[in-house]
């Protein structure tokens, strides 16, 4: 397994941030304050005490909010993942309902499996915060290499399994309001006033324009919403090139086709593919899970909403924290550049 924190030189910031403008509940983006991070050592006693597995190492994995780790022991490794003591356990549960209903309507499916506590449960409470024991998955993150036509169609492929493991699944916490639910982008326009970027208002613009009006003739489902290059990990040698899709915490319900777009979106920028490439990304979709004529007609306007999300979204999280400031500019700078060329593919 490898972290997902990857988001083209950008974090979702985990520290205090205000209510994003437009979004009831910050956007799903929660309220917390800084906390005390568990060492390796504590790692190794929850996995005793909490899951009964005996690690002799844990190392620490990066990651946006909580705090993860890689155990290893003498039979197999796993990650250990204690979540951030303020993140609501309702969002967690989806998470892990998500990865356990995928699992098992595909097991074939590279998926992270979730282990229960010595006591029976999936996701025990530990000192006030919510544990979670999953598979550890070798393999390589996507953004280390540049798929061939063959991977990309494998990639949207695994995609398009995944997108049909979900169909049937539903939760609560599905059908939040969330700042990076694609078809929600529009809300974010009131960011415009504080940080104005033409090609973020134009891609907002076409998204109303182009794709709203027709949301109710878009299929509608749970979709993963997060495969980018540092959630998928891959292995050349291997016949079906996708060994791993990790991390579901952007899972929401909303467009089968946005989990397309928001793929598409990151193999544009940094993946550095063209448009006309990624056609065989979504033909490979399409073979598995099918695309209705109108589905392939909003995958680029919904790209372009996508990136102005990157553009908006990750400057409103980073905008208080002086360490992100320099990450955060060079990833809007690329992103803006990319939408700008994307804009231009649609005219």
Not at 57 to 75: G, I
Not at 148 to 170: E, I, K, M, V, Y
Not at 184 to 190: K, T, V
Request: charged content about 20%; overall charge negative; glycine content about 8%.
């Amino acid at each position: 397994m490898r972290t997902a924190f990857f988001r083209c030189g950008a974090q979702k910031y985990a520290g205090t941030v205000a209510s994003i403008p437009g979004f009831a509940d910050g956007g799903g983006l929660y309220e917390s304050a800084p906390f005390a991070h568990l060492d390796e050592s504590d790692a190794v006693r929850i996995a005793r005490d909490t899951f009964g597995i005996t690690a002799t190492r844990a190392d620490r994995l990066d990651t946006e909010r909580d705090d993860s780790f890689r155990l290893v022991t003498a039979t197999a490794d796993f990650v250990l993942k204690v979540a951030h003591p303020d993140d609501p356990a309702a969002a967690i549960n989806l998470q892990t309902a998500a990865l356990q209903h995928a699992a098992g309507s595909d097991a074939e499916l590279p998926l992270q499996r979730v282990h229960r506590s010595a006591d029976g449960r999936v996701e025990p409470v530990v000192d006030g915060r919510i544990a979670r024991l999953l598979d550890w998955i070798p393999g390589t993150p996507l953004y280390q290499l540049r798929p061939d036509d063959t991977q990309l169609a494998q990639l949207g492929g695994s995609l398009a399994r995944l997108s049909r493991a979900l169909r049937g699944f539903s939760h609560p916490a599905a059908s939040r309001p969330f700042a990076w639910d694609v078809l929600r982008a529009a809300d974010l326009r009131p960011l415009l006033d504080d940080l104005p970027n033409a090609p973020a208002a134009e891609a907002l613009r076409r998204l109303e324009r182009d794709v709203l009006p027709h949301a109710g003739q878009l299929p509608m489902q749970v979709i993963h919403n997060d495969f980018h290059p540092g959630n998928v990990l891959v292995d050349a040698a291997s016949e079906n090139f996708v060994v791993g899709i990790l991390d579901f915490g952007d899972t929401v319900h909303t467009a089968r086709v946005a989990d397309v777009a928001v793929a598409a979106s990151y193999l544009l920028f940094p993946g550095g593919h063209t448009w006309c490439e990624l056609e065989t990304f979504i033909d490979g979709y399409g073979r598995v899970a099918g695309l209705s004529a109108l589905e392939r007609s909003v995958i680029l306007p919904l790209a372009g909403a996508r990136f102005a999300q990157r553009i908006l979204v990750n400057w409103w999280l980073g905008r208080g924290n002086p360490d992100d400031r320099a990450a955060t500019t060079l990833a809007r700078d690329g992103n803006t550049a990319a939408l700008a060329a994307l804009l231009d593919t649609e005219n």
